[in-house]
C-alpha cells in the first residue's frame, strides 16, 4: 500500500519562503501524476498544483502561478512544492495527492485517489 507523507510545513513571515516534501513509499509512485491541495482554515480544499509522472507537464492555481514549483525527484519517489513570495492567504494545512489513473494531468482533488495527511503552513503578516 503506497502511503505518502508531508513535510516542510511551518511558521513564515509574508515574502518568506518554504519547501514542502511529499515523501511516496513503494516503487510504482514514481509512475502516479502528483499534485498539490491545500485547505485554508474554514474554507473548502482547493488545487495548488499538479505534476506529471515523468515530471514534464505541470499546472499551476492562478493563484500560485510565479511564486510556486512543483518538481519531484522519481529516484527519491519525493514530490516538492517550492513556495516563495509567501503571502498570508497561503496559510492552509498543504495536502500532497497521487492519481493513479492513465490519461492526462488534471487538478480537481475528485481525480486523486490517495492523500497524505497534510502539513501546516502559516504565513504571518
Known amino acids: 500500500q503506497v502511503q505518502l507523507v508531508e513535510s516542510g510545513g511551518g511558521l513564515v513571515q509574508a515574502g518568506g519562503r518554504l519547501r514542502l516534501s511529499c515523501a511516496a513509499s513503494g516503487r510504482t509512485a514514481s509512475s502516479y501524476k502528483m499534485g498539490w491541495f491545500r485547505q485554508p482554515p474554514g474554507k473548502e480544499r482547493e488545487f495548488v498544483a499538479a505534476?506529471?509522472?515523468?515530471?514534464?507537464?505541470?499546472h499551476y492555481a492562478d493563484s500560485v502561478k510565479g511564486r510556486f514549483t512543483i518538481s519531484r525527484d522519481n529516484a527519491k519517489n519525493t514530490v516538492y512544492l517550492q513556495m516563495n513570495s509567501l503571502k498570508p492567504e497561503d496559510t492552509a494545512r498543504y495536502y500532497c495527492a497521487a492519481d493513479r489513473t492513465l490519461g492526462p494531468v488534471l487538478s480537481g482533488p475528485q481525480y486523486f485517489d490517495l492523500w497524505g495527511q497534510g502539513t501546516l503552513v502559516t504565513v504571518s503578516s
Open positions: 505534476i506529471s509522472g515523468n515530471g514534464g507537464i505541470t
